[in-house]
């Protein structure tokens, strides 16, 4: 006999398995067209590979691709020192005042819209760069590191208010100066942190499309507001291979994330 | 607490070298995010310039053209229809955009606390990945399916159900379905966080007093999981109001969204301070719903 379980509420599977079906059949679409051999968007004219040859022969997309890659890396390695430091600064040291002022400003970009975040910039860089003549990707740069800081700061504050004090208590009872107990004991346990942090950052700035559209000079397209563009004129099945592509990278950094966040749940 | 003692040196030393280690963040956040952002508010009191840009004049002008029209010809004043139309489809279909993902997104969550505790990472994670996934991916995909030779259309066409394609892209529907879309894991995320440390047995108690399960549901669940129902319908609805792409890409040229709006003053209108204005206004809607956000949830953690 089955048991009665006042839990399962009648209609809740089905919407709820629909609206998986939702969230994931676009998607799934997208990734099985990417592979069509027809022209056609909504054909299917067999398996083929040369919508991901056509992209990666496209020089305007590996333009773009380089671009969104090198602005990804600077933005996630300048976030992530800044966000270790900030971390190390706010976590550790008690309840000072300002303290709170602090999280503020490095949370602001979570909450601020990002066009309201994009046109401020746009009105700064555009005089900017009427003043001073340069217009290369540094604004670029600067822009994706400020957005991608709070992204780079929650990991890593996570970790270290998870720490135990003690093992540093314990380094400095051996004689450790304040620098080696942070090099060979406190740094090691952030690691994860500082990793999972400087992912997340990446993963952000490569998606990042307003404030991108907003702050580049002419010629600078990354991957996605090359993408914006392309579906601003005709979807081609071009754009449905680099959207793959860059799904596939998303979910390799995500699982990655998660396996290296897992990891302290799992220690006794 | 010691919050009202003084501060000791070793305290005022925390602070210091607190300040110092976060100062490289906060000057980048004061480039790149922050200050700029005050640059917005002198904006919107200046008037505009002849081509584009302003004129460094203090002006109100900018926030009267929000609301209303000036005649160029007689200075007679009349509400702007235009402005006021896309505020308004702005905040409907930003609710309806919360309503309909809180419809879809509740049984959602609830289905998945209510796995067995080994499968639940699996079936959250089926959420996570497409909320982490680009959303101009996720628009593009939806694109595909609602357009009139994709897939929605050939499918309800193969079956017989309809003669000729239904028009829903470039139409305020493609906009709702596409929101709901990209937004609904910012709905399950925190619902789940809720419905998982909900105590079943409380569900239990409610049957044994004859409830009905909807009225189990209205009066027992619902209550009890409020903060995360507040917090995934401020995360839709935030997002949603200021939403860029979405409504680009599904809306077309002709249904904007207030976010296109802005775009548009600082491109093609080339009126900055009107752009800066309205930039301001839904920055402050905005705040206005994390603050409420933030006593709500907080005045739940105190009880």
Excluded at chain 2, 14 to 31: E, H, M, Y
Excluded at chain 2, 226 to 239: D, E, H, K, N
Aim: charged share 15%; net charge positive.
């Amino acid at each position: 006999m089955r048991r009665f379980d006042p839990a399962a509420l009648p209609g809740f599977a089905w919407i709820a398995v629909g609206a998986l079906i939702l969230l994931w059949a676009p998607i799934a679409t997208m990734v099985v067209y990417s592979f069509n051999a027809s022209q056609s968007v909504a054909l299917w004219g067999g398996f083929s590979l040369q919508w991901y040859a056509a992209a990666a022969g496209n020089a305007a997309v590996q333009a773009a691709a380089l671009r969104s890659v090198v602005i990804a890396l600077s933005a996630a390695a300048i976030a992530s020192a800044v966000a270790k430091m900030a971390a190390l600064g706010t976590t550790r040291r008690g309840g000072f005042r300002g303290r709170r002022v602090i999280y503020l400003v490095i949370n602001q970009p979570l909450m601020v819209p990002e066009i309201v975040t994009a046109v401020a910039l746009l009105i700064v860089f555009a005089s900017v760069k009427v003043a001073t003549g340069y217009a290369g990707l540094g604004y670029l740069i600067l822009a994706h590191s400020a957005f991608c800081v709070p992204f780079a700061y929650l990991p890593i504050r996570a970790r270290l208010e998870g720490m135990d004090r003690s093992l540093e208590t314990a380094a400095a009872d051996l004689y450790a100066t304040p620098w080696q107990t942070f090099r060979h004991v406190t740094l090691p346990i952030l690691a994860p942190g500082i990793a999972a942090g400087a992912m997340l950052a990446f993963v952000i700035s490569l998606d990042d499309v307003i404030i991108t559209e907003f702050v580049k000079s002419a010629g600078q397209d990354t991957l996605p507001t090359y993408m914006l563009g392309q579906l601003r004129r005709a979807v081609t099945p071009e754009v449905n291979a680099i959207s793959t592509a860059l799904l596939a990278l998303t979910v390799t950094l995500l699982t990655a994330f998660f396996v290296l966040t897992r990891r302290r749940d799992t220690k006794p | 607490m010691t919050d009202r003692a003084a501060p000791t040196p070793a305290e005022r030393s925390g602070a210091r070298s607190g300040w110092l280690l976060s100062a490289p963040a906060l000057l980048l956040l004061a480039i790149g995010a922050t200050g700029p952002l005050l640059v917005i508010v002198v904006y919107a009191f200046l008037e505009k310039g002849s081509y584009s840009g302003v004129q460094w004049a203090f002006s109100t002008e900018a926030w009267f053209q929000v609301l209303f029209e000036r005649d160029i010809f007689d200075d007679t004043v009349t509400l702007a229809d235009a402005h006021l139309t896309i505020l308004w489809r702005s905040v409907k279909l930003s609710l309806a955009t919360t309503a309909l993902a809180f419809l879809l997104g509740l049984p959602t969550a609830w289905f998945i606390a209510t796995r067995p505790p080994e499968c639940r990472a699996v079936w959250l994670f089926l959420v996570t990945i497409p909320f982490w996934t680009n959303l101009l991916i996720r628009t593009f995909a939806i694109m595909e399916v609602i357009r009139n030779g994709g897939i929605l259309n050939s499918a309800l066409m193969g079956l017989g159900l309809i003669e000729t394609p239904i028009q829903i892209l470039y139409t305020d529907a493609a906009v709702l379905i596409g929101m709901v879309y990209v937004y609904l894991p910012l709905m399950v995320l925190p619902l789940y966080a809720a419905v998982e440390r909900f105590d079943m047995r409380l569900l239990e108690a409610a049957h044994d007093l004859y409830a009905s399960r909807w009225q189990a549901l209205r009066r027992v669940v619902l209550p009890v999981i409020r903060p995360g129902i507040v917090a995934g319908s401020i995360l839709v609805f935030v997002p949603s109001l200021g939403a860029y792409v979405t409504p680009r890409l599904l809306g077309g040229g002709k249904n904007m969204m207030i976010g296109n709006f802005i775009e548009l003053q600082f491109g093609q209108g080339r009126n900055w301070p009107l752009g800066a204005a309205l930039s301001l206004i839904l920055l402050l809607v905005v705040l206005c719903a994390l603050v409420l956000l933030t006593r709500l949830t907080q005045r739940e953690a105190e009880e």
